[in-house]
């Protein structure tokens, strides 16, 4: 968008758009802290690992399938959910998604047996997947026109609060033990109380769009034929299966490969997980304003390939330069998700809830699937196995070539046409 068009004021539209003197920096804060809230319990669930596995007596494939109970669940829904409030937005379902993570929450702290805890695993998950694609078009009609910057925003706040878990784990719930986890639902009634807030600002900014949908600038048609779509959209899901797989088998098991190589107690291990995600988190926001910067593809390029020679390191490093590499590969993993995300949003314009939850839900259920399985390579040749098998994943950033600069595309095919 254009310094011209990002000072005009462009009808709102349900899809997601919203005139640059509309767009409200509260809004986006408030969406980013709930971001946080929501992830923070999420990224609970793994830093419990610890603590489940001693008190249900569970093996590595154990462990993977509640990672998968949760990501999947959230995966096979947010697209269901994206698309049906792309046709009938529901600015409240925010705080009700919000509810049922606070439910699974609870279950957890109460969990008797490990079928209940895959049942929490997967109410928290139904919660992920009713905030994320409605949270990420709130955040786009609030940006004004950077929507690289608008996104990273949104999304720091869950690489933070993906950060503060293992702390929070770590220092009131392992030493407290299950039942501390009812404490954390403070969390989950903070984030509905500013999850209503939010929704009543867009369900403010959508009656309005409903009486100018027809003047809106923002067509629902890219110009390209579906099948090209198609294989763009899927171009861009393999680079996010070569970088969530390999966050999620890191993120799951990375506690355990440190007591086992290095010999650390569970509070350190914990420690160098919340640094990880802390460099996540950093990573995100440079990665999203460099996306508004320097273009959507070269920030690809930079981030999913760029990290091959570091996730190939890290296996070999001692415990110092093991550190060192996991801040290295946190920032650059993650700084690919806005540039990602955005361009998704062009190759598909006006469907942002679907293309969102699509992404979203890919990205959980990929890292889902990816720690159920190496949680079973583990059991069998050991947790320092899976890191040399997934070292070589980002060589999958190769298929970045076949993205072409969308502009350029979209004039191709409108001349092809005339």
Known sequence: MNKTAAHAQ???????????????????????FCHLLNDLIQSLIPALYPLLKTEFNLDFAQIGLITLAFQLTASLLQPTVGFYTDKKPQPYSLAIGMGSTLIGLLLLSVASSYTVVLIAAALVGTGSAIFHPEASRVARMASGGRYGTAQALFQVGGNAGQAIGPLLAAFIVLPHGQGAIAWVSMAALVAMAFLTHVGMWYGANLR???????????????????????????VLMVLLFSKNVYTSSLTSFFTFYLIERFDLPVQAAQIQLFIFMAAIAVGTLVGGALTDRIGRRPMIWISILGVLPFTMAMPYADLFWTGVLTIIIGMLTASAFPAVLVYAHEVMPGRVGLVSGMFFGFAFGLGGLGAAVMGGLADVYGIAVVYKICSFLPILGVVAWFLPDMTKEKERYRSAAA
Do not use: W, Y
């Open 10 to 32: 462009p009808p709102l539209t349900g899809s997601g758009t919203v005139s640059a003197q509309a767009a409200t920096m509260p809004i986006l804060l408030s969406l980013s």
């Open 208 to 234: 309005p769009a409903k009486k100018n949908v027809h003047a809106s600038t923002e067509s629902k048609d890219s110009g390209l034929p579906r099948m090209r779509v198609l294989f763009l959209i899927t």
